[in-house]
C-alpha cells in the first residue's frame, strides 16, 4: 500500500502556482515560479564555495549558465537543466536545487537557460541542452576537468531535457557517466489530453488534480512547446519511445501522487529492459516538485538526498 501524503506537503499545496492553466499565461507561469523563489529569500541559500555567471553554447547562440563549485580539486561536471514545463523556470528558481546537488555530489554543476517556448518552440530548449552539453564537454578542463565524470541532470521538463539529452550524447559518441532524471516527462504523446494515450498511465488519472502539477496543465505546457502536436512521437520529446541500449546509468526519481508517476516508472524499466544500469526511487507520500520543497518537508529532504547520493556514486564511477 502506498505511504499516504506528506502531512506538511498537504499543507504546503495550496500556496504552489501553476494550478489555473485556464487563467495561466507564459509570462504569468514565469512569474509566480520567481516568486515562489524570492519568497525564501529570508531562509539562507544553501553554501558553495564560488558561483559564476557564464556563456556556453546553444542551439542559436550563447546561453546564460551558472556554475557552481565546492572547492578546487579536480571533480565530476554535471550539466543540470531546470524544470517549469519548458515555458517557466530559470536559473534563479531553480537556484537551490543547483547548490544542493554541488553540495551532495562535489560536483561542478553548470546550470543552463535554455530558450523556452513559445517564443522558441520544440525543438529549441532540446537543441540547446545537446549544444550547451557538447561545449561543457569541449571545455571541461574548465570545469570539472575530467570527461570521464560528465553526467546531466533535471527535475521535470529539465528531466525530460537531460534525458533526451543523454541519448544525444550516446548518438554522438559522448559518454556520460551518469543522469539523473528527476520526475521527468518521458511520453508526451497526445499531449495529455488523449484519452486513450492517458490510460496508459493510470497516474495521469489517480493525480490528475489536486497534488500540485495538474494533468490539464501538463496538457498546457504541451500545447506551449509542440508548435505540432505530431511532433510528440519524436524522441526528443518523448524519450519512452527512443531505442535506449548504451544511455549513460541513470537514477530517477517518481513521485506517487504525480500525475507523471507511470511514465517516470516507464522508463526507468525500458532502460533496465534495454541493459542499462537504473535506480528508480518512488517518492513515497510525495509530490511533483518535491526536490524544492525539502526546507519544510524532511520526507522531501530525505528522498532527494538518496536519490543525490545515488547519483553521486555513479558520477564516481565515471563513463
Known sequence: MAAPLDPVIAQIIPLLPLRDPAAMTP???????????????AIA???????????VKGGAGPLDARVYRIGTTPAPTVVFFHGGGW?????????????????????????????????????????????ATKDIFNRVAE????????????????????ATTAIACRDAGIRLAAQLLVYPVT???????????????????????GYFLTR??????????????????????SPLRAELAG??????????????????????RALEAAGVRVKHHEGPGLIHGYFGLGDASEVARAEAQ????DFKALLARGA
Open 27 to 41: 509570462q504569468s507561469a514565469r512569474d509566480s515560479l520567481r516568486a515562489l523563489a524570492a519568497a525564501r529569500a
Open 216 to 237: 490539464a496543465t501538463m496538457e498546457w505546457f504541451c500545447g506551449h512547446y509542440l508548435a505540432d502536436p505530431a511532433h510528440a512521437t519524436d524522441w526528443r520529446v
Open 187 to 209: 511520453d508526451a504523446v497526445g499531449s495529455y489530453a488523449d484519452a486513450g494515450q492517458n490510460a496508459r498511465f493510470p497516474s495521469r488519472s489517480e493525480n490528475a488534480d
Open 143 to 162: 570545469f570539472g576537468g575530467d570527461a570521464k565524470r560528465l553526467g546531466v541532470a533535471g527535475d521535470s521538463a529539465g528531466g525530460n531535457l537531460a
Open 87 to 131: 515555458v517557466a523556470g530559470d536559473l534563479e528558481t531553480h537556484d537551490r536545487q543547483a547548490r544542493n546537488l554541488a553540495i551532495e555530489t562535489g560536483a561542478v554543476v553548470v546550470s543552463v537557460d535554455y530558450r523556452r517556448p513559445p517564443e522558441t518552440p520544440f525543438p529549441g530548449a532540446f537543441e540547446d541542452a545537446f549544444a
Open 45 to 55: 541559500p544553501p553554501p558553495v564555495d564560488t558561483v559564476a555567471d557564464i556563456k
Open 247 to 268: 544511455v549513460a546509468p541513470a537514477i530517477l526519481t517518481t513521485a506517487w501522487f504525480d500525475p507523471l508517476r507511470d511514465e517516470g516508472a516507464a522508463y526507468a
Open 306 to 309: 538518496r536519490a543525490r547520493a
